[in-house]
């Protein structure tokens, strides 16, 4: 377990999902974590509960980010940071089905809040600080969902390019890019037939789906002091999500 003692994290949509396993993996480790989420108070509740009940220091922040950053600043007024993990995020949709009002607000929660949480959040961050932002493996394979794919290669950019602009104190920017993840935003893997499983596990390197702990634990490592010469990068944590042949013959 890596040692995050005497660090606080702030991570956004941690009530749920991935973003609740990051919560409670950086938590195990040590650090003092905020909890951010839009609109379920009973999934943060939840949240905050099961770090508190391993041990672990947590509180939880409501600010939806359709309506700007502001509100979660003001919820953590005061606070000195060590980590961030922009992990908020939500679904698109296939093109000529999304109006430009849900255009907007993908690229809105996807986007722009990230770009402002940073700003806002860089005379907050300790130098020697970790920002980690959450991606996809849509950015290297054409899937359906256009504008949730857009959404994520500007995050890859917004990642690399920030990275020499914040060496000078030490703080890294690193990228962590999952694939197909149980979550409840991949709904659709719990098909009765079993259909959608397997046309992941087919094409998957490792042969499963994804948990929200493998993505947790990828993140606890970016963010510990043994990454501290990792800055810029986009980590492929899909096990091996779309690769290639697997478990056969190679076609010539």
Partial sequence: MRDLSGKTALVTGASRGIGRAIAERLAAGGARVIVHYARNDDLAKETVAA???AGGQAYAVKAAFEDGVDALF?????E??????NNAAILGGVLGTVSEEQFDRVFAVNV???YFI???ALPLL???GRIINI????VRIALPDLVYSMTKGALDTLGFSLAPL???RNITVNTVSPGVTRTDMNAWLRADDGTGERSVTEVTALGRIGRPEDIADAVALIASEESRWITGHVLDVTGGYFLGPRGGVIPV
């Fill in 51 to 53: 770090i508190e009940g």
């Fill in 74 to 78: 003001e919820g953590i007024a005061g």
């Fill in 80 to 85: 000195r940071l060590d980590i961030l993990v």
């Fill in 112 to 114: 722009r809040a990230p």
């Fill in 118 to 120: 940073i700003e806002r």
């Fill in 126 to 128: 300790n130098d020697g």
């Fill in 135 to 138: 991606s996809s493996a849509v």
């Fill in 166 to 168: 914040l060496g000078e």
